[in-house]
């Protein structure tokens, strides 16, 4: 059982990190588009986003937030893998398994997610003016201790929970008709995305909201005034580089999930 557990986990990681590389300028994207940090977040659709983004900031903006994502993110998917598969061998139930394996892992997704994507929204003003990982998190502690790191934790519960029991359920269902590993993992990708983007995009705007005067003390608040000034649409602010992003994000994760997986037996 170790064995198998240890072989789980060691694939997760390695997808987590082919992952980040496959789809961090997406991700880049999708987060300026749906926080409300940037003063152009109003108007900028995404192609004149990645426009304006290269040049005032050049190509390095779109992998502000790599690193820690890079340093954290293959422990983030080793845990959900191993918590997916505890679950789904107790309870039977791949839906049930995904679920509470994107719920309970969110104790360790979310301070890397809120990093990832305070650094993401950082417009640098010049030389010297672009905060690191190291400088953003201690800001964070001094700011708020390490609750800054849980900001945007309930809506990011209310994603996971059913986004991966669907990304799962797809995954299991595909893989086991033998369909292609990387068209099931877009396709549970994009399961997960389709499903959850309303409350993803208040994850975004409670994480990356104004350390000193922020606009929303709850995450209600924050759905409320998103649906108020822009209705229904304000929630699928983003929606083209989510998608694009996960598709290829998790075709590129399952697909080396599946092949270590595979070598490791």
């Known amino acids: 059982m170790a064995t198998a557990t240890q072989a789980t986990m060691s694939a997760g990681a390695l997808s987590g990190f082919c992952q980040v590389l496959a789809e961090q300028p997406f991700d880049t994207i999708k987060v300026r588009l749906q926080s409300r940090a940037l003063a152009f977040d109003a108007f900028l659709g995404p192609a004149?986003?990645?426009?304006?983004?290269?040049?005032?900031?050049?190509?390095?903006?779109?992998?502000?937030?790599?690193?820690?994502?890079?340093?954290?993110?293959?422990?983030?998917?080793?845990?959900?893998?191993?918590?997916?598969?505890?679950?789904?061998?107790?309870?039977?139930?791949?839906?049930?398994?995904?679920?509470?394996?994107?719920?309970?892992?969110?104790?360790?997704?979310?301070?890397?997610?809120?990093?990832?994507?305070?650094?993401?929204?950082?417009?640098?003003?010049?030389?010297?003016?672009?905060?690191?990982?190291?400088?953003?998190?201690?800001?964070?502690?001094?700011?708020?201790?390490?609750?800054?790191?849980?900001?945007?934790?309930?809506?990011?519960?209310?994603?996971?929970?059913?986004?991966?029991?669907?990304?799962?359920?797809?995954?299991?269902?595909?893989?086991?008709?033998?369909?292609?590993?990387?068209?099931?993992?877009?396709?549970?990708?994009?399961?997960?995305?389709?499903?959850?983007?309303?409350?993803?995009?208040?994850?975004t705007v409670m994480m990356t909201q104004p350390l000193d005067r922020p606009a929303f003390s709850s995450a209600r608040a924050a759905f409320l005034e998103i649906y108020a000034a822009n209705g229904i649409l304000g929630f699928y602010r983003g929606c083209g580089p989510t998608l694009a992003r996960t598709a290829c994000g998790q075709a590129v994760a399952l697909s080396v999930y599946d092949w270590a997986s595979r070598r490791a037996r």
Not at 74 to 103: H, I, N
Not at 125 to 154: C, D, I, M, N, Q
Not at 169 to 174: D, F, K, M, T, W
Not at 190 to 201: G, I
């Open 48 to 203: 004149a986003l990645v426009r304006h983004t290269y040049a005032a900031e050049g190509t390095r903006a779109f992998f502000q937030g790599v690193t820690p994502r890079l340093a954290t993110y293959s422990g983030v998917k080793a845990s959900l893998f191993a918590l997916f598969e505890a679950f789904r061998e107790q309870t039977g139930s791949v839906a049930l398994a995904g679920a509470a394996a994107g719920g309970l892992n969110t104790a360790i997704s979310c301070p890397q997610d809120v990093l990832k994507s305070r650094l993401q929204v950082q417009v640098a003003s010049g030389p010297g003016h672009y905060l690191g990982p190291l400088a953003t998190a201690k800001l964070l502690l001094e700011a708020r201790g390490v609750a800054a790191f849980y900001a945007g934790w309930l809506p990011l519960v209310c994603r996971d929970v059913p986004g991966y029991a669907l990304l799962y359920s797809v995954y299991v269902a595909g893989t086991e008709r033998r369909l292609p590993t990387a068209l099931v993992g877009a396709a549970s990708g994009l399961a997960f995305y389709v499903s959850t983007l309303p409350v993803d995009r208040v994850k």
